[in-house]
C-alpha cells in the first residue's frame, strides 16, 4: 500500500460518526408529515468534543437520537466507526450501539431498585449477563473517578441531582464506547454542579479520547467545546470553531 494510501486509512479510522445527507421526516405521507432534518453532513473524530446547539425544535434530540442509533432516518448515510447502518437489523444496531455508543440523557433513568454499582454495571449486565471481576472492577474505578466511591453500594434514591447524573455517566462510560451522546446531561442542574458534571465530559474526552457529543443550551459550556455545530430548523447553519460561532448565533 502507498504511503498516501496508509495514511488515508489511519485518517478514515479515526473518523467515529460521518453522517452524508441525512433527513429524518415524521409521519411521511400523512397530513401530519414534519421534515425535521434536512441534508445533515458532519464528521466526527476520535478525541474531538464537540457541542450541539440550536433553539428548542431546531432538531438536536432528533439528530442525536438518529446518531445514537435509537431512531432511523428517512435518507442519507450514516457511519458509526465505519459501520453503514443503513440496511442493518434492528439486533444488529442494537448490538453497534452497545458495543460503540454511551448515551446520557437529562434525566439519567436510573434505578432505584438497583444499588448505584448496579446501575453503573447495567449496559454490560444487558450484554454479556453476570459481569466480571474486571468489569466490576472498571465501574468500581469510574464511580471514584466521579466522586461517588462511598455510594456504591447505596439505593440511587439517597443521591443528588449532580450525584445521579454523575452515575449516569459512569454508566454511558463503562462499555468504554467510542462515541458519548449527551442530550443536555447538565439541563436541571444548578451552575455550580452543571460546572463539575461537564468537567467530567471534559475529563474522560481528554484521557480516553472518546468522541463526545453535547447538546447543550448553556453558552458557557458549548464554548468550553473546541467545536460547536449549530442547528437552526433542521439545517445545519454553523460548524466550526466554538471560538469563531458569530456572535448572532450566541
Ligand atoms: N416522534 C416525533 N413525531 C413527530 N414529530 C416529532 C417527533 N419528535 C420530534 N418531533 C418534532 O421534531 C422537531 C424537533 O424536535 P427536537 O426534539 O429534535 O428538538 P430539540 O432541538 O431537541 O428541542 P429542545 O431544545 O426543546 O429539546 C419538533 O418540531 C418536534 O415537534
Ligand atoms: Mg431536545
Known amino acids: 500500500m502507498s504511503k498516501s494510501a496508509v495514511l488515508a486509512q489511519a485518517a478514515e479510522q479515526q473518523v467515529v460518526l460521518q453522517l452524508d ?61 465505519g459501520h453503514r447502518v443503513q440496511g442493518m437489523t434492528e439486533q444488529q444496531r442494537t448490538q453497534l450501539r452497545s458495543e460503540s455508543i454511551g448515551f446520557v440523557f437529562q434525566f439519567h433513568h436510573l434505578i432505584s431498585a438497583f444499588s448505584v454499582l448496579d446501575n453503573v454495571l447495567m449496559p454490560l449486565m444487558l450484554r454479556y449477563g453476570k459481569p466480571s471481576k474486571e468489569q466490576i472492577a472498571y465501574a468500581e474505578y469510574l464511580l471514584n473517578e466521579v466522586g461517588l466511591a462511598q455510594f456504591m453500594r447505596q439505593s440511587t434514591n439517597r443521591l443528588s441531582g449532580g450525584q445521579q447524573q ?43 479520547q472518546c468522541a463526545i457529543v453535547i447538546v447543550t443550551h448553556d453558552p458557557r459550556l458549548s464554548a468550553r467545546c473546541p467545536r460547536t455545530i449549530r442547528l437552526t430548523d433542521g439545517r445545519i447553519v454553523y460548524d466550526g470553531p466554538s471560538a469563531d460561532l458569530p456572535s448572532l448565533f450566541v
Open 21 to 81: 445527507m441525512l433527513n429524518k421526516i415524521f409521519n411521511a405521507g400523512t397530513p401530519l408529515q414534519n421534515h425535521v432534518l434536512h441534508d445533515i453532513s458532519l464528521q466526527v473524530s476520535r478525541g474531538e468534543l464537540v457541542a450541539l446547539v440550536g433553539t428548542s425544535g431546531s432538531g438536536k434530540s432528533t439528530l442525536l437520537n438518529v446518531m445514537g442509533l435509537l431512531d432511523v432516518s428517512s435518507s442519507g448515510e450514516l457511519r458509526i466507526q
Open 166 to 208: 454523575r452515575v449516569a455517566i459512569a454508566r454511558a462510560l463503562v462499555t468504554k464506547p467510542a462515541l458519548v451522546l449527551a442530550d443536555e446531561p447538565t439541563g436541571n442542574l444548578d451552575t455550580q454542579t452543571a460546572d463539575e458534571v461537564f468537567r467530567l465530559f471534559e475529563r474522560f474526552n481528554v484521557e480516553h
